[in-house]
């Protein structure tokens, strides 16, 4: 075995907000504060080192200088995708247009900072 990712780091301008957002999308809890304001938001049971990654939700006065290179996608557990879609946008994620053209089988939109992640259609069981 090699390596799996343990943990995605999230800067952003509000961790208070953002770690809201993200701990409502993903049923994570907070499992812990960095004297540098840090939160790290994980599955309740599991934890750092789980099955699933954690997200450090971490500030920053950086401006965002451009698209990013990586993003999240993420997948409804017991629900189907137009009703998982509802609950995001209720959440505070917005629509982005990034070029589909309307046939995609995902939504792409934007957390509350303006991170872009995907809805997936296909159901996933939850870990």
């Known amino acids: 075995m090699a390596c799996r990712i343990s943990e995605l780091v ?15 999308v993903l049923g994570y ?3 812990g504060r960095e004297d540098d304001g840090s939160i790290e ?8 080192g789980g099955p699933q990654p ?19 996608d993420v997948s ?6 137009d009703a998982e879609l509802a ?3 209720a959440l505070g994620a917005k629509p982005v247009d990034v070029g589909q053209t309307g046939a995609e089988n995902w939504h792409v939109l ?17 870990v």
């Open 10 to 24: 999230i800067d952003c301008a509000d961790p208070e907000r953002l770690a809201a957002f993200w701990s409502e």
């Open 29 to 31: 809890v907070e499992l």
């Open 41 to 48: 938001l994980g599955p309740p049971e599991a934890g750092f």
């Open 54 to 72: 954690t997200l450090v939700i971490s500030r920053t006065t950086d401006p965002r200088p451009a698209k990013l290179r990586l993003h999240l």
């Open 76 to 81: 409804p557990t017991d629900r189907e995708q």
């Open 87 to 89: 609950r995001l946008l």
């Open 110 to 126: 934007a957390d509350p900072e303006g991170n872009e992640f995907c809805l997936l259609r296909a159901r996933v069981r939850p």
